[in-house]
């Protein structure tokens, strides 16, 4: 069995991700092997949040030259996850917008 700290790796902040913050859908950078049940309880568990829904999806590398040769940056997994209403706001964003 994985760790919760294994499978969350890190939040993502972009613009678009604080936008989504009303909706109390917050996004995540987690593992690539990790399921939608695995991601669930792992943020059940980090935050003591109710999760209603999770959404995943996987990130392509980019393809990066540098001179003569070139190489690809490395692929990743992001997850969408949205609480329920009556659950508390995930404290981590709350200072960020």
């Keep these: 069995m994985k760790f919760a700290e294994d499978i969350i790796i890190a939040p993502i902040i972009t613009e678009e991700s604080m936008s989504r913050l009303g909706a109390k859908k917050y996004t995540f950078r987690v593992a690539k092997d990790s399921t939608k049940p695995?991601?669930?309880?792992?943020?059940?568990?980090?935050?003591k949040v109710k999760v209603k829904d999770v959404n995943t999806m996987n990130v392509s590398g980019k393809i990066k030259r540098r001179g003569y040769t070139s190489g690809a940056t490395a692929s990743w997994k992001k997850a969408i996850v949205t609480l329920t209403e009556d659950s508390k706001p995930i404290e981590f964003f709350e200072g960020l917008y």
């Design 38 to 47: 695995e991601i669930v309880h792992a943020v059940e568990e980090l935050f």
